[in-house]
């Protein structure tokens, strides 16, 4: 197995390895995977001069956990001087003249980013299908999708090219990705991650987050993450726990909610059984199983592809032609440059949720489609404080499905958006979750969802821990 962050601390500490000797590594790796299309950009100079300064504040005596550990950033991370392109053809040429918060946190940790990792576009998707720079290869089967729309991300941590990535999640991109490539990926809390800098998608729902191969791993980069920011208005003020102090707390007397709903029809038998046996797992190490029902449930898949529409057409509203990004050739009216550099730029599934939300939130249809939505929202997230009354934790698994074949459900945008039906409720409430590696079905990986109440991270990665202490499929890597 890849070492764990920890590990490759304790070596740069004790000169067994340096960060420069770790980059070098990673970009070699990277280089040599070039057949799962997980980067959109490797940027050697840039890693290679972070290593650097990371060599020198460990000489230094530098203690940081990350310091020296390389990592790639999700490609929706502005990145100041480095291409950010959110996978789109729009932004192909766009290079931002400030870091996202995210990027300044972990810079500051001096952690080394070796570049950016694909996507879908603006992060809509499920599979990593919709990047303007083609689809990401799923490392376990190189014919099925890594999921999205954290692609890029979870393909590199799960090929072993890095030992972690930032990703985000909207309505599942962070946990389903990370389930489909069996790693873990942790979605904090909405608010907990700073949102500067990280390119909109639907503002109300977005999250920065983590895929690493461990619990302790997300621990330490969560840890680095997360915290106020006072340009972004959503971020909360409130002290973060410390992740990685919190993974001793034990299962013990823990109560694990089942949600009924969230095994219904659609769900894989092999998925809901390595699900279950991952539970029943969790219940010799001490937890107790209950079942809990979120009566709601089945509104959140359309909720979602309400809320999320809505908000990107407005969001991407800003793509004009005329401030940034891509500007078609010789416009010969306005009308024209905004039709034509938006036809352009534009991929086909941006287009149709463009159309979508433009449609919802028009005069004559706010109230049937948006409003309505608004109200599937509110009783959705009143489901999970009435199941956290009883339980700590809510279970489940991450995705219906393992991951799907390249091109099985790209002509049928339908059938993509079923394949969030057990994460985007977790956005709509705002609450944090956590996908680990439970087990495999058809030789591909399983991932279990495990739900906490708000700010309750700690919660989530100690229970993940302890699991993952005694069990060893995060351990499992594909045959490169
Ligand atoms: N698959 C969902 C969508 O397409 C979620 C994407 C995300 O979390 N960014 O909107």
């Keep these: 197995m890849a070492s764990s962050i920890a590990q490759l601390a304790q070596d740069l500490r004790a000169r067994k ?33 972070a290593a650097q300064r990371a060599d020198a504040t460990i000489t230094a005596g530098d203690v940081q956990p990350l310091a020296g550990i390389p990592f790639v950033h999700k490609d929706i991370f502005c990145t100041n001087g480095i291409r950010t392109t959110c996978a789109s053809r729009m932004l192909e040429n766009f290079v931002p003249p400030y870091d996202a918060a995210v990027v300044e946190r972990l810079d500051a940790a001096h952690a080394v980013s070796i570049g950016k990792a694909n996507m879908d576009e603006f992060a809509m998707g499920s599979s990593n299908e919709n990047s303007h720079f083609g689809a990401v290869k799923n490392p376990w089967d190189a014919t099925r999708v890594p999921g999205g729309s954290s692609g890029g991300s979870a393909a590199a941590v799960a090929a072993g090219i890095v030992p972690f990535a930032t990703g985000t999640d909207t309505g599942g991109s962070i946990r389903q990705p990370a389930a489909f490539c069996g790693i873990t990926g942790i979605k904090p809390t909405y608010g907990r991650v700073s949102r500067y800098g990280m390119i909109a998608y639907a503002s109300s729902l977005d999250c920065g987050g983590v895929l690493a191969r461990s619990a302790a791993d997300c621990a330490q980069v969560l840890g680095a993450m997360a915290g106020h920011d006072a340009r972004d208005a959503t971020s909360v003020d409130r002290p973060r726990e410390d992740y990685v102090a919190a993974l001793s707390t034990t299962l013990q007397g823990l109560k694990i909610g089942i949600a009924r709903e969230y095994f219904g029809a659609g769900v894989e038998p092999g998925v809901a059984a390595a699900v279950r046996a991952a539970l029943a797992q969790c219940e010799k190490l001490g937890a107790t199983l209950v079942d809990v029902s979120l009566p709601n449930a089945a509104l959140a898949i359309p909720a979602y592809y309400v809320i999320a529409p809505a908000e990107a057409s407005s969001n991407l509203a800003r793509y004009d032609g005329v401030r940034y990004g891509h500007r078609c050739g010789d416009p010969k009216t306005l009308e024209d440059l ?48 009435e199941a956290f009354g009883h339980v700590d934790l809510i279970a489940g698994p991450t995705s219906p499905t393992v991951a799907f074949k390249l091109g099985e459900k790209t002509s049928d945008p339908l059938a993509m958006y079923a394949a969030d ?60």
Excluded: C, M
């Design 421 to 480: 039906v057990n994460t985007v409720a977790v956005n709509l409430a705002g609450l944090p979750a956590i996908s680990i590696p439970a087990g495999f079905s058809e030789d591909l990986p399983v991932g279990l969802q495990l739900i906490a109440p708000a700010f309750h991270e700690s919660r989530l990665l100690a229970a993940a821990h302890q699991f993952q202490l005694a069990t060893d499929w995060h351990t499992r890597s594909p045959r490169a």
């Design 338 to 385: 905004y039709t034509r550099s938006r036809g352009e730029g534009f991929g086909v599934e941006v287009k149709r949720r463009i159309l979508v939300g433009t449609y919802a939130l028009s005069a004559g249809y706010y109230d049937a489609y948006y409003l309505r939505a608004q109200r599937a929202r509110r009783v959705i997230a009143n489901d999970f404080v």
């Design 17 to 49: 390895a340096s960060a420069t000797e770790l980059t070098q590594a990673a970009l070699a790796r990277a280089r040599a995977r070039d057949d799962l299309n997980a980067f959109i950009t490797l940027d050697a100079g840039a890693a290679l001069a």
